[in-house]
Nanobody, 125 residues
Framework: QLQLVESGGGLVHAGGSLRLSCTTS????????IAWFRQAPGKERERVSC????????YYDDSVRGRFTISRDNTKNTVYLHMNSLKPEDTGIYYC??????????????????WGQGTQVTVSS
């Protein structure tokens, strides 16, 4: 089965850190770009970060820029989202998604071929 698998979520106090992982299952990570999304209770899913396949170019939403870092290790078929200085408003289910062609401005996929099931992140105040 072709899918993405997220891990690394959990409960953390405000100001803490977590590292999320997104690993491919049944296919290799390259040449896909990866995006991380999150969905808070009662809110729409929002994109927070992307990383392209070529040159690993990155994008961050204003809400996470300077606190989150996205990276990829193609040899491990894994993309990471390092989250520092976490805030209660970062709480939600975090999903990763893979796509081929990307927008030149954001380096985020134009459309998504694969999605993960999500991992819960809870930040307590």
């Amino acid at each position: 089965q072709l899918q993405l698998v997220e891990s690394g979520g959990g409960l953390v106090h405000a100001g803490g850190s977590l590292r999320l992982s997104c690993t491919t299952s049944g296919f290799t990570l390259d040449p896909y770009a990866i995006a991380w999304f999150r969905q808070a209770p009662g809110k729409e899913r929002e994109r927070v970060s992307c990383i392209s396949y070529e040159e690993g170019r990155t994008y961050y939403d204003d809400s996470v820029r300077g606190r989150f870092t996205i990276s990829r290790d193609n040899t491990k078929n894994t993309v990471y989202l390092h989250m520092n200085s976490l805030k209660p408003e970062d709480t939600g289910i975090y999903y990763c998604a893979a796509g081929g062609r990307v927008y030149t401005t954001t380096h985020c996929p134009v459309r998504y071929n694969y999605w993960g099931q999500g991992t819960q992140v809870t930040v307590s105040s």
